[in-house]
T-cell receptor
C-alpha cells in the first residue's frame, strides 16, 4: 500500500495563477481532508469529504475548491493564488472519524509558495 | 470558541523523561489524539485517549482528564530521534479534529 500520496512536493506560483494539488489514497477510506499548516498555528481544515460525491467546507475554505469523483482521489484547486496561500498543504484520510483505530493518515505534504 | 493550548518549545536531555501538556476547550469531545511530526514531514499518529486515565505504548504514554480539559504525553528514555514536534488534537462534536500549534521538543545529548 502506498497510503496517501500527494503531488507535487514543491511548487512556486505567481499571484493570480491557478493550480491543482493532487491527493490519492489506496486504503479505501471514506473520509478525506485537506489541511494547511502555517508556522505557529495548528493544522487548519480547508475542505473535507465524507464519501464519493460529497464535499464540505472546513475552517478556511475561501479561495479553494475540491471535488470527490472517486473514493481514491481528492484534488484541491487554488482558483487564483494569493501570497496568503503560501503554506504547507497536507491531505489526510480515515475510515470514519470515530476515534480509536480510525485515525487520520497523512500524505507527505505540498510546500507551496505564492510570489 | 475552540482552543487547544500546548507549550511552544521544550528541551530535554537524552535518556531523560519529558512531559508535554495540552489543555483544551472544544465544542464536544470525541477523543484526544497525539501526533508526532518530524521537521519537513507529515504528522504520524502516536496515541488516542477517549476515557480518563493513562494509555501506555512502549516508551510513550498519554493521560487524559476530561473534567479538567487536560492531557499530557509522557516520553521516557528519550532518544535523539524523538526530536520532533508533538501535536495535540481534539475531535469535536462534529467529528472534526481541532489542532494545537504543536510543541517542538529539542533533545540534547
Amino acid at each position: 500500500n502506498a497510503g496517501v500520496t500527494q503531488t507535487p512536493k514543491f511548487r512556486v506560483l505567481k499571484t493570480g495563477q491557478s493550480m491543482t494539488l493532487l491527493c490519492a489514497q489506496d486504503m479505501n477510506h471514506e473520509y478525506m481532508y485537506w489541511y494547511r499548516q502555517d508556522p505557529g498555528m495548528g493544522l487548519r481544515l480547508i475542505h473535507y469529504s465524507v464519501g464519493e460525491g460529497t464535499t464540505a467546507k472546513g475552517e478556511v475554505p475561501d479561495g479553494y475548491n475540491v471535488s470527490r469523483s472517486t473514493t481514491e482521489d481528492f484534488p484541491l484547486r487554488l482558483l487564483s493564488a494569493a501570497p496568503s496561500q503560501t503554506s504547507v498543504y497536507f491531505c489526510a484520510s480515515s475510515y470514519h472519524p470515530g476515534g480509536g483505530a480510525d485515525t487520520q493518515y497523512f500524505g507527505p505534504g505540498t510546500r507551496l509558495t505564492v510570489l | 470558541g475552540q482552543n487547544i493550548d500546548q507549550p511552544t518549545e521544550m528541551t530535554a536531555t537524552e535518556g531523560a523523561i519529558v512531559q508535554i501538556n495540552c489543555t483544551y476547550q472544544t465544542s464536544g469531545f470525541n477523543g484526544l489524539f497525539w501526533y508526532q511530526q518530524h521537521a519537513g514531514e507529515a504528522p504520524t499518529f502516536l496515541s488516542y485517549n477517549v476515557l480518563d486515565g493513562l494509555e501506555e505504548k512502549g516508551r510513550f504514554s498519554s493521560f487524559l482528564s476530561r473534567s479538567k480539559g487536560y492531557s499530557y504525553l509522557l516520553l521516557k528514555e528519550l532518544q535523539m530521534k524523538d526530536s520532533a514536534s508533538y501535536l495535540c488534537a481534539v475531535m469535536d462534536s462534529n467529528y472534526q479534529l481541532i489542532w494545537g500549534a504543536g510543541t517542538k521538543l529539542i533533545i540534547k545529548p
